[in-house]
């Protein structure tokens, strides 16, 4: 059987919320330790499949458990309980994708439901719900001060936050910023935090939501550069599933009748079948005004970004992106990055257009459109 781990340092919501829990007796064994210090302690003794804790505690808080277990036990889900308790902060923790930390008064029936969801996956390597930016967040928000030690991969850095803010960072080779959107992008950390700022002078000016999203945005930038090199390489490209070669006027006769089954759908104006690099292999439109060839390759970035960034916070590849404008709406569909051909198809319709039936259209589509680029 499962066995979960409550940390609480407040007596009576650690123990009635073990309590409760216990109606779960068949899905899950409930433990508690009211310190982070007496939860590594059960940890290092009993096997443990997923620990939720409370963010502040005296001693040793939540954030120092959760970095020893990044280094000590990266396979075990961490759940948060916090309570800021304001809709901002709930708006911006969802923004960011923090869905694993659940805000006081908890609700009983969300509690089982959030663990059994993480005992169910099959998660593993750095803790699950808890990658380095959703971990800088939550310092943030908390408005700590601590040294954290990153290291992953044999590389080891350094993020200094007074009060929440980062202050300084440092690798062997960079410092400040440029060491700071290098530490971000790093994957699979492993962090050690240590309780105070060992450096307060500023070397970072920039907000951490900055940093985080200006290192997501230079991460994305090299592999798309990358990407691009690959595919424009034939000795890189040879035996990759992936790659899309420049396609042959039967196949380009084929995808367009594919494209121009989709001009019978209300509102529609423009589509086309692009390669994971942005290069576009068929383009329709109806609308004179709409250059899918010019700007194709623009709104194919902003699918990469967003599947890049659904897996940074945790989430899977983005399969799908829809953009709403006043005037009109984009659908964008990935065929999968391992599918036999990696694209990217796309639909545009006028603000009224038939949106479902775009959507539907092109997930009949994915299957035809990678037998004819790849056959």
């Known amino acids: 059987?499962?066995?979960?781990?409550?940390?609480?340092?407040?007596?009576?919501?650690?123990?009635?919320?073990?309590?409760?829990?216990?109606?779960?007796?068949?899905?899950?064994?409930?433990?508690?330790?009211?310190?982070?210090?007496?939860?590594?302690?059960?940890?290092?003794?009993?096997?443990?499949?997923?620990?939720?804790?409370?963010?502040?505690?005296?001693?040793?808080?939540?954030?120092?458990?959760?970095?020893?277990?990044?280094?000590?036990?990266?396979?075990?889900?961490?759940?948060?309980?916090?309570?800021?308790?304001?809709?901002?902060?709930?708006?911006?923790?969802?923004?960011?994708g923090v869905t694993r930390c659940l805000d006081k008064p908890l609700d009983l029936k969300v509690v089982a439901e959030t663990i059994q969801d993480e005992l169910d996956s099959d998660s593993s390597g750095f803790v699950h719900g808890f990658p380095l930016a959703t971990?800088?967040?939550?310092?943030?928000?908390?408005?700590?001060?601590c040294t954290l030690t990153i290291s992953s991969e044999g590389r080891v850095g350094a993020l200094h936050l007074l009060k929440g803010d980062l202050v300084a960072a440092e690798t062997r080779d960079l410092h400040g910023i440029e060491a700071a959107y290098d530490i971000v992008a790093w994957e699979k950390p492993a962090i050690e935090m240590a309780r105070l700022a060992w450096r307060q002078d500023r070397q970072v000016h920039e907000s951490l939501n900055?940093?985080?999203?200006?290192?997501?945005?230079?991460?994305?930038?090299?592999?798309?550069?990358?990407?691009?090199?690959?595919?424009?390489?034939?000795?890189?490209?040879?035996?990759?599933?992936?790659?899309?070669?420049?396609?042959?006027?039967?196949?380009?006769?084929?995808?367009?009748?594919?494209?121009q089954s989709l001009r019978e759908?209300?509102?529609?104006?423009?589509?086309?079948?692009?390669?994971?690099?942005?290069?576009?292999?068929?383009?329709?439109?109806?609308?004179?005004?709409?250059?899918?060839a010019l700007v194709g390759a623009t709104f194919n970035d902003i699918f990469r970004s967003a599947h890049d960034a659904s897996k940074k916070i945790g989430l899977d590849a983005c399969k799908e992106t829809i953009i709403t404008t006043p005037k009109g709406v984009v659908v964008m569909r990935c065929t999968g990055t391992d599918a036999k051909a990696h694209l990217h198809i796309i639909g545009i319709l006028a603000a009224d257009g038939n949106q479902a039936l775009m959507k539907m259209q092109i997930e009949k589509m994915v299957g035809p459109v990678i037998d004819e680029v790849a056959g």
């Open 1 to 96: 059987m499962k066995r979960i781990l409550i940390v609480d340092d407040e007596n009576a919501f650690r123990l009635s919320l073990a309590d409760g829990l216990r109606a779960y007796s068949d899905r899950f064994e409930v433990l508690s330790a009211e310190t982070g210090a007496k939860a590594i302690s059960l940890l290092q003794t009993k096997q443990v499949d997923l620990v939720l804790t409370d963010l502040k505690m005296p001693e040793m808080d939540g954030f120092e458990l959760i970095s020893w277990m990044s280094r000590s036990r990266p396979s075990v889900p961490v759940i948060a309980m916090t309570a800021y308790g304001t809709p901002e902060i709930e708006a911006q923790l969802e923004r960011h």
């Open 135 to 145: 971990f800088l967040q939550l310092i943030g928000m908390e408005k700590k001060s």
């Open 210 to 259: 900055h940093v985080l999203m200006e290192a997501f945005r230079l991460q994305d930038e090299r592999e798309r550069s990358a990407a691009r090199a690959a595919h424009e390489s034939p000795s890189n490209g040879e035996g990759m599933s992936a790659k899309v070669s420049p396609i042959t006027k039967e196949k380009a006769m084929a995808l367009e009748k594919h494209l």
């Open 265 to 292: 759908i209300k509102g529609y104006k423009a589509s086309g079948v692009m390669n994971f690099t942005g290069e576009s292999l068929i383009v329709d439109s109806s609308d004179p005004n709409i250059d899918l």
